[in-house]
């Protein structure tokens, strides 16, 4: 929360605010100078700040007229911005009954669930954020000769927030344009504000390009303990692909993920088996019938056609061109599953050529089947629901990073596992759950020094969380609201309709006041109570 002004604009005595005010300019001068001071009471405390007033003074007034060009500008957004806000904040009460979630994040900036590991996050980014606010209304003022005569932190009742105390004679004095200008600083500011961590965002790939690489493939920054993954993958690998497709950043690991799991979903409703195990969209692998015949030592475990320990059960896939089906048929016509499983060890499965048509790099031919006449294609067998798919890493080393690249072009990735540069493991479970649970950067260090790798990530976060918060207060000091900018700025702009008489001027401004502050109430609790519902 961020307060508003303590100095009001046409208004008989600042004393009737529930916030404390200083005393004026006159009696000020009397007292002992002091740099900094509190105020407590039972609903209110606060830190008042002195020691910057002269220095930001000096600033304004050394470039005024340049300050004054530019919140001048700022007058426009933020008056645009008020109307704006108005108009969302009525069609959200009343016709966003379903699009909660977004009128959610477009009023407040950013979710409602922020873990608790963002906290620090969110606590530095609401100090930058405060501040360029508040740095906006004190310059403002300072450009048209006011002094700042203290700078605020509070807590008010369970709300935190700041302010800039502004001489309430020197105020009056101004004309009402300039009065504008110094309320819609901080707004203003907080536009200003989302716009440089916008460019900083964009721009990060360029600035950090001697130091980093970016979106070759993404880097492995924290694997939990209760990750799937763990065990596999450990800080510092780099995924290379997912089921054969190269990993390019964070959002192509997502939306893989995403992908290979929708499409299993669809494999499964389309699926000719009604038991609990299908076949996994024809993804399948071209072993050597020598293997084959190998398998067929190892005894099925039960009825289901399980297999024993370490081994995986693979079905014989159908080629497209052909019309013969592998599968036994005994003589009441029902295929014999438990003579057309096979019990294979995946590790020595996945270091074969691919085949089928359920792998996102197929190759392109009339026949799926692309064995030889020596080999058969087979798939794995699992439960509906659970995912199999290949996930191929490497190790954070020039020549391992480039071998990896080389393994993409490839069917196999045998060269990528001798040279010990990682390997590649099947997954076989919850993909929505398995990307979620580990930490992933698109930045790469060019040096292996284990604290630099966690930088791009720490300054990308602390810019997400700059942005939503200044759109987040540029937002809510725009709303007609008691105690905020709004407030302040509605006054003022209320005061250039020469046609309304004070009596009347002061009527209107109350009731769009009250009306505003309950709408957004209401407004406000109900996207809190649907979002937690």
Known sequence: MEGRRLRRFDRPSPHSSFLPVSASASTATAAPV?????????CYCDFKIRFLNQPLFRFGRTHAAFFRFWFSIGVGFALSLVFAVIFILVWVMFYGRDSNNTAFFFLFGFSPSVSVGDAAYVIISSLIAVSVHEFGHAVAAASEGIQVEYIAIFIAILFPGA???????????????????????????????????????????????????YGDSPMV?????????????SPGDVIVSLDGTHIHNEHDWMEMASLLDRQTLQNSNLSGFTGLRAVNGRKGYCV?????????????????????GEFTAFVTVECSDTSTSSDVTSEDGQSNKRESRHCLNAKDIVKLN????????????????????????????QLVGLVWVEITYSRPSPECLQLGRDSISDSGTADFVKHGCGG?????????????????????PRWTFAFVAYLPNMLEKVLMCVFHISLTLA???????????????LEVTLCFITSLSPRKREKVLQVSLLGGTLIS?????????????
């Not at 002091?34 to 039972?42: E, I, K, P």
């Not at 937002?475 to 700025?489: R, T």
Request: hydrophobic share 45%; charged share 10%.
């Open 354 to 381: 691919k085949c089928g048509d359920g792998w996102m790099t197929t190759v392109t031919n009339q026949s799926s089947c692309i064995c030889s006449k020596d080999e058969s294609c087979l798939s794995p067998v």
């Open 521 to 533: 109430i209401l407004a406000f609790l109900r996207m809190f109570f649907l979002i937690l519902w």
């Open 424 to 444: 590649t493991f099947v997954f076989v479970g919850d993909l929505i759950t398995m990307a979620h649970s580990i930490q992933l950067t698109t930045y790469r």
């Open 288 to 308: 050597p019938n020598s293997m084959i015949e190998e398998s067929k030592k190892i005894q099925l475990v039960d009825s289901q056609s399980g297999c024993p």
């Open 221 to 233: 920054l924290d694997v939990p303990s209760t990750s799937p993954l763990s065990g596999y993958l």
């Open 163 to 213: 302010l800039v105390a502004l001489n309430y004679d020197l105020l009056q004095a101004l004309p009402r344009f300039t009065v504008l200008r110094v309320y819609c600083a901080g707004i203003w500011h907080n536009a200003a504000c989302c716009a440089v961590c916008g460019l900083a965002l964009f721009l990060m790939p360029v600035i950090l390009f001697p130091f980093y690489t």
């Open 34 to 42: 002091t740099t900094a001071n509190a105020t407590v009471t039972c």
């Open 475 to 489: 937002l809510l000091n725009s709303l007609p609201v008691y105690f905020l900018d709004g407030e302040s700025i």
